[in-house]
């Protein structure tokens, strides 16, 4: 059973590099493009890649989850750890700190995520309503608040995977 929830973990981590990847270049793409038409249509094609990021999170939660239990690591007690270190500075029982650590930026990248969604689906609403000669007098300005925003979520998104996959590299290598 552990193989198993372990390959579908990986194939979650795959999914993710894959729509954060093609998130990125669809994005690139947008950037050049010429006119609000162009934009538009490049947003609409890019959507299947913002719907597979919650499928792959949702997949790397649960197998994460599902491995923490064929470790007989509990979430609970990881979780509990962490915080008697922080009030205590003692090592003992936290062998597994690493996980810990994993966890909260796996929590902020969730987030993260959730809220770049959402600023993806106003983006894309904005420059189909532009495209279309509406908006309103601050459409200019509110695409270029969330064009900042998306692109800001390019670089904190990669940074936060580097930080889970360092951390479980570490853990299951250097940290046991």
């Not at 509406?134 to 300005?141: I, L, N, R, V």
Request: no cysteine; proline share 3%; hydrophobic share 50%.
């Amino acid at each position: 059973m552990r193989e198993v929830t372990l390959l579908l973990h990986f194939i979650g981590l795959g999914l993710l590099i894959t729509s954060m990847l093609g998130g990125f270049f669809m994005h690139r793409q947008y950037r050049k493009a010429p006119d609000l038409r162009t934009k538009a249509i490049i947003l609409k094609s890019a959507r299947p890649f913002g719907l597979l990021s919650p499928i792959a999170m949702l997949l790397m939660l649960i197998t994460g989850i599902g491995n923490m239990h064929a470790l007989g690591i509990g979430i609970i007690r990881t979780l509990i750890g962490s915080r008697d270190f922080i009030l205590t500075q003692s090592f003992e029982g936290m062998e597994f700190w690493w996980l810990s650590a994993k966890l909260v930026f796996y929590a902020i990248a969730f987030i993260a995520g959730i809220v770049l969604g959402i600023f993806a689906r106003k983006r894309g609403t904005l420059v189909h309503a532009m495209s279309l000669g509406e908006g309103g007098p601050d459409a200019k300005t509110r695409l270029a608040l969330y064009d900042t925003l998306i692109a800001a979520g390019h670089v904190i998104m990669p940074v936060l995977m580097n930080s889970i996959l360092s951390l479980s590299v570490y853990g299951r290598l250097g940290g046991q």
